[in-house]
Structures are given as structure tokens and as C-alpha cells.
């Protein structure tokens, strides 16, 4: 029998301690529930979709951001709930402004897609690696050819890449073209090979121009010339002429003009693809007026829109 009134008193207790244990319990749980439920409504209400986007790409950005919000996370499950509400808050603002700077400058870059079916020209910088063409002196500085002509050569790239046409460059003063053009006569990249390059892409050029500048044995002599093939010579084609009045047109509208812009030439090779092609002189590096303006980025611009319109003329005239 004492031993039952044990048994009874044990199980008192025992019913007592649950009672207790069981209270204590749900206290603590319903503050650890009410935790993770106020945390999780808040973050997916304000930022459900950045939150599986963003971090996929703003991983590097967000990680030393990213670490104090997790530190910060614990103390929250003991008591302090807003702490964590406001931190993560605080964490969602660069996520979701990081994206857009991502996008931003990837849009710009591929804006100017040219239409494929758009009329293609090639454009020739002339000279360059290892010759710098013709030589000119101003302020006791000398000026190479070879690095004007590519100056001005990309910015008429880009100009007409503006316009919607599509552009092929005989080289970019960086690299040479595929091997195939150097020989052993010919190692490096010179007039022969880049005229080999263009005949052998024949089919997809439309007109080529050549930038050159010019030099003179008078200083005085100043002012742009565009050169044709002269009719008769093997890879004449009429629409040279056609191709460098628009030019001169254009460029008339922007500038003086020298007198005689229009050349006739005999043996420029880069003029002898069969292709409609100018070779242009943009002006004399002997002169001291004329070297002024082509050093000028300015002038350069300038020039090179003027360049770019005629072409663009041309086109909407002679090709479809
Ligand atoms: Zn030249």
C-alpha cells in the first residue's frame, strides 16, 4: 500500500512537472514560432523575386554586405525580432539596385547591331605596322601618318556603324589579319596583302575607302583629295567616281574644299579590287593648317560625319 500512495504522489508530481514543462513550452514556443513566421512574411512580401534573382548575379558585390546580416540573424531567435526585420531590409537595397547597373551598360554596347542584309564597307587605314607613312612637324613634334589615318579610319567605322552599315576593317592597328595574307615577300601587313584581303571578301563588300593623308613638297599646298582608278586600268569601275562625288558633295557641305578634289590615279593598288573604291587624302601633313586640323579629334569628327554622309548618300542611291 506505501507503496502505491508513492506511486500516486509520483505521478502527481510527474503530472505536474508536464503541466509546468508543458506551459514553459508553449510560452517559448509560441515566441520561437512567431520568430521565423515575422521574418519569412516580411522577406517575401517585399523581395521574393530579386531575392532568388539577384544574388545570382551580385554574388561578388553582396558578399561583404551579405555577412552581417547573417551574423545578426541569431540574436533575433532569442528575442529581438524587428533587429532582424530592419537588417534584412537594409540588405535588399543594393541587391536590387546592383541588377540594373549590370544591364545598363550592355544595353548601349549592343544598340548598334547592323542589319546584315545593310550594304558593307571596308574600310582601309592605310599604312601602319612598321610603316608610318608620311611624316609631318608641327610646334617641333613629329606626327606619323600611319596613326592619324587609324584615328580617323575608327571614327568613321563607328560613324557609319551609327548609320546601320556594316564595316569591315583591313586591320585595326592592333592586329594583323589572318596569316594567309604575309608572305615571304611580303612579312608584314602592307598594301599588297590588305588588297589581297579585300579581294578575297569580294562578295560581301559594297565600296571600299582608304584614309590616307597627304604630303606635298610646298608647305603650301594644303586641303582633301579623293583619288579614283583612272578609266582603262584592270579593276576600274564606274561607280568610283559616282562614290567619291558624293563624298566630295558631303565634305563640301561641311568645309572649303581645295580645288581639284577629285584625282585620277594609276597605280594605287587598294583601288584595283573591281570594287567601287576612293582612296581619300584627308589633307597635307606638310601643311601646318592642315596638320593642325587633322591632329584636332574635333576636326576629325567632323570630318569623318561629312565622310559618313556621302557614303551614306551613295547607298541610298546605287545600292539596294
Ligand atoms: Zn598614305
Known sequence: MPSQSTLTWIVILLLVLIIVLLSLCLYFDIRVITTPIFSTTKAPVSSA???TT?????TKPSVTTAIPPVTQAKPPVTTKVPVTTKVPVTTKAPVTQAPPVTTKPSTPVTTPTPDPDAPTVCIDPGHGFGDPGALGTLNGKTYY????????AMKLKDALLALGYNVVMTHDGKT???DKYLSESSPKFNVNNRCQLIKDNKSKIDLVVSVHCNTASSSSVKGSRYYILKYGYTGYNAKSETLADNLID???AAFDLASKPLRYAENLAVLKSGIPSVLVECGFMTNSSDLTNLLSQWWQTKYVTALANGIDAYCKANIQ
Open 250 to 252: 558631303a565634305v563640301f
Open 49 to 51: 523575386p530579386p531575392l
Open 145 to 152: 601618318e600611319s596613326d592619324i589615318n587609324l584615328e580617323i
Open 54 to 58: 539577384a544574388p545570382d548575379s551580385e
Open 176 to 178: 594583323l589579319p589572318a
